[in-house]
Nanobody, 114 residues
Framework: QVQLVESGGGLVQAGGSLRLSCVASGRTFSSTRMGWFHQASGKEREFVAA????????EYAESVKGRFTNSRDNAKNTMYLQMNSLKPEDTAVYFCYAFSYDSWGQGTQVTVSS
């Protein structure tokens, strides 16, 4: 198993920015593909972004392309999600996920006001 802890969520106005962090411990972080998912109230959890072990390959949901950037620092066992041009529809709990270990963090709330 790997333990994941997200941080960086909060309340921001539409058009603003936030940077989420996900710190991993317990297993080899650098060997696993990592991802971000979000879950809005009353809805299912959805894919947001993913990044391969080296950080060179990323993929994004269509709804966030051009606005969000997924990155990682393997030396710090940390993954980031830079969120720009935020919209009210981005409001959700954001979770990080380690694909190789099927492990989730506890989530961090992002609220975007209009």
């Amino acid at each position: 198993q790997v333990q994941l802890v997200e941080s960086g969520g909060g309340l921001v106005q539409a058009g603003g920015s936030l940077r989420l962090s996900c710190v991993a411990s317990g297993r080899t972080f650098s060997s696993t593909r990592m991802g971000w998912f979000h879950q809005a109230s009353g809805k299912e959890r959805e894919f947001v972004a993913a990044i391969n072990w080296s950080g060179r390959i990323t993929e994004y949901a269509e709804s966030v392309k051009g606005r969000f950037t997924n990155s990682r620092d393997n030396a710090k066992n940390t993954m980031y999600l830079q969120m720009n041009s935020l919209k009210p529809e981005d409001t959700a709990v954001y979770f990080c996920y380690a694909f190789s270990y099927d492990s989730w963090g506890q989530g961090t709330q992002v609220t975007v006001s209009s």
